[in-house]
């Protein structure tokens, strides 16, 4: 069974702490990792990762990701409170049409 | 921008009641979904429909559901006869292959 596990579960921080959230995964025949954002209700796409070891990025946010040790980082920087939100990581795997797994995801929580 | 589009936002039913719910995914995707996330739990793939056809489906997605793209623009979640543990916020999803951009969710109370 497909297994994805984010750490930690949940977080709080100051405005303008860094942040790294970590993202692990055991599946059969990876396609990719993505992140989304959620806060009341959609996941919001922030960043679809294929390859081992290039860093995208987004303004504050950037993430990489490491096959050969099966994980994925996203790093938030200058962390604001609107940045407060569940973010969610789920690996899309096998042949066909794509289905993602999810993780739990982690609560980051940035107070004033 | 674009996006994914779901109705209703909350639908109230009766155990036992048959439902549908509704989803405008993003003009020339080719590839639709179905999520449910029960409150407090994981995001859980339901069923994916591409060509129009079922191309996979989760041990969730039984008898009950079913799915239809009645036209060129609409998908549709449909459960029989709903059960207390089919409450949760369900999003559709959309894809051109690659990313799924998720709707905003229709949250299903069952009473």
């Known amino acids: 069974e497909d297994k994805v596990v984010q750490s930690p579960l949940s977080l709080v921080v100051h405005e303008g702490d860094t942040v790294t959230l970590n993202c692990s995964y055991e599946?059969?025949?990876?396609?990719?990792l993505l992140w989304y954002k959620q806060e009341k209700k959609a996941p919001t796409f922030l960043f679809m990762l294929t390859s081992s070891g290039i860093e995208k990025k987004s303004g504050r946010l950037s993430s990489i990701l490491d096959k050969k040790e099966l994980s994925s980082i996203l790093n938030i920087t200058a962390t604001q409170t609107g940045d407060s939100a569940i973010y969610l990581c789920a690996v899309g795997a096998g042949a066909g049409s794509y289905q993602l797994t999810f993780g739990k995801g982690t609560k980051l929580s940035v107070i004033p | 921008e674009p996006e994914v589009t779901q109705t209703p936002s909350h639908q109230v039913t009766q155990m036992g009641q048959e439902v549908i719910l509704r989803c405008v995914p993003i003009?020339?995707?080719?590839?639709f979904y179905w999520y449910r996330q029960i409150l407090g739990q994981k995001v859980e793939f339901l069923v994916s429909f591409y060509n129009n056809e079922i191309s996979e489906k989760s041990e969730i997605f039984d008898d009950q559901f079913s799915v239809e793209r009645p036209d060129g623009s609409n998908f549709t979640l449909k459960i029989r006869s709903t059960k207390l543990e089919d409450s949760a916020m369900y999003f559709c999803a959309s894809s051109p292959g690659g990313t799924q951009y998720f709707g905003p969710g229709t949250r299903l109370t069952v009473l």
């Open positions: 599946v059969t025949n990876f396609r990719s």
């Open positions: 003009s020339n995707h080719l590839y």
